[in-house]
């Protein structure tokens, strides 16, 4: 087993010596000889961690003691734990090139704190700052990357939130439920969070690739048909408009009030989970989710109509709250991800018309109806509403009502 002396053991854990003696001291840590396993670096760090959150080191020395708790699982908390530098903030930008206040912005941006001169650099920090530097020399500037970092920073944060309320869920709970005491809890834990890390890291890696790869398709066969248009060798892309659709659950305030924060989530939750399969089924794309709702974005009206009446049923069938959905066809502008423009705010302005005293209602705007009765005339009756003045909007907007017509019986069942 590799071992290290205080000193080295201090600079992995990011600590001063004299709180590894005092460790030492509480019985906290239990040197070997003078020596440390390396393994007691995180030790040391979730020590360090319990007495920043407020949680006083002769308390815990003393459930040590009395054998209530045990940091023996502190080496199985991350499988792959990161180590600390012995190098400096400063001697790291200034090697980089970049600016101590650029620095902090784009740090800000995704979510971490500045570096400070005293403290010891993480080997992530390293890499990551070496990284940052590497795209600022390719030309990007610091406006976009800010940009795109804080749209990796909520991504990348969201995703870890998840795994781990997954494993408080369905693990640390349910063997608090079986019996099983909160020390042992932890123990027992820590080998399965390893392997459950470890799946979930490879499955970000693996999405992210493929999304990738999808996206980098898609852009490059536009550029390529744009070269080929500019040189007379092909006609210009027949793209219809994308269709923007806004489902939220009605009454949701309310709801929120009579059953409870906890119920309410669980209802926007599983709102979510619906639409990412109709999305996935239809060709669209869920945007984001908007506490009690979702924004989809589709590449034509149709198979926008198709997903959202399947949200709407699945969701009747489920239990959910009747839902709301507003949907308007039109240009869209994409940003980091998201979507802006006219046709955003009007399929947003639309989904608040909705009645709310008829469940499963769905309105849509005339280019909506208009791009649906041009490429299949039969598959939806609408029928149109007053004019309505929406906010934002210059002209007062005739709103339509849709239905999906009944399909015409078989042979065989007539």
């Known amino acids: 087993m590799a071992t290290v002396t205080t000193i080295e053991l201090a600079q992995l854990a990011g600590c001063d010596v004299s709180d590894i003696a005092d460790f030492v001291a509480l019985g906290i840590l239990s040197p070997s000889d003078g020596s440390f396993a390396t393994a007691d670096a995180s030790r040391v760090r979730l020590a360090l961690a319990l007495r920043e959150a407020g949680l006083d080191t002769t ?20 499988f792959e734990p990161i180590s600390l530098s012995a190098r400096g903030s400063e001697d790291l930008l200034a090697s980089l090139g970049l600016d101590a206040g650029i620095a902090a912005r784009l740090r800000s941006a995704i979510g971490l704190p500045a570096l400070r001169p005293d403290q010891p650099l993480r080997e992530d920090d390293i890499e990551l700052m070496s990284l940052i530097a590497a795209a600022r020399a390719f030309g990007l500037g610091d406006d976009a990357l800010a940009r795109v970092l804080r749209i990796f920073g909520q991504s990348v944060r969201r995703s870890v939130e998840t795994m781990r309320d997954l494993f408080r869920g369905e693990v640390e709970e349910r063997m608090l439920a079986s019996g099983v005491s909160r020390r042992d809890m932890l123990v027992r834990g820590a080998e399965m969070r390893l392997q459950l890390q470890r799946l979930g890291f490879r499955a970000l890696f693996l999405l992210q690739r493929r999304m990738l790869e999808e996206a980098v398709f898609d852009n490059v066969v536009m550029r390529v048909q744009e070269v ?14 994308p269709t923007v659709a806004f489902i939220d659950l009605a009454g949701f305030t309310a709801l929120t009030q009579a059953m409870g924060d906890e119920h309410a989530a669980d209802y926007a939750s599983r709102l979510e989970a619906l639409a990412q399969d109709a999305v996935s089924r239809h060709g669209g794309r869920l945007v984001k989710a908007l506490g009690d709702g979702v924004m989809l974005l589709f590449p034509e009206a149709i198979p926008a109509l198709e997903a959202c009446f399947a949200i709407a049923d699945r969701g009747a069938v489920d239990g959910l709250p009747p839902v709301r959905t507003g949907l308007a066809t039109g240009p869209v502008v994409p940003r980091d991800g998201d979507i802006f423009g006219a046709t955003v705010n009007l399929a947003a302005r639309i989904v608040a018309q909705v009645d709310p005293s008829t469940p499963g209602q769905m309105l849509v705007c005339p280019d909506t109806r208009d791009a ?15 004019p309505v003045v929406l906010k934002g909007v210059e002209k007062a907007v005739v709103l339509h009502t849709v239905a999906p017509r009944a399909e015409p019986p078989t042979p065989d069942a007539v």
């Open 59 to 78: 308390v815990l020395a003393a459930a040590i003691a009395d054998d209530l708790l045990s940091l023996d699982f502190a080496g199985q908390l991350m």
């Open 228 to 241: 080929l248009c500019e040189a007379g060798l092909g006609e210009a892309l027949n793209r219809r408009p």
């Open 372 to 386: 649906v009765m041009a490429a299949r005339p039969d598959a939806f009756a609408f029928h149109p509403r007053s």
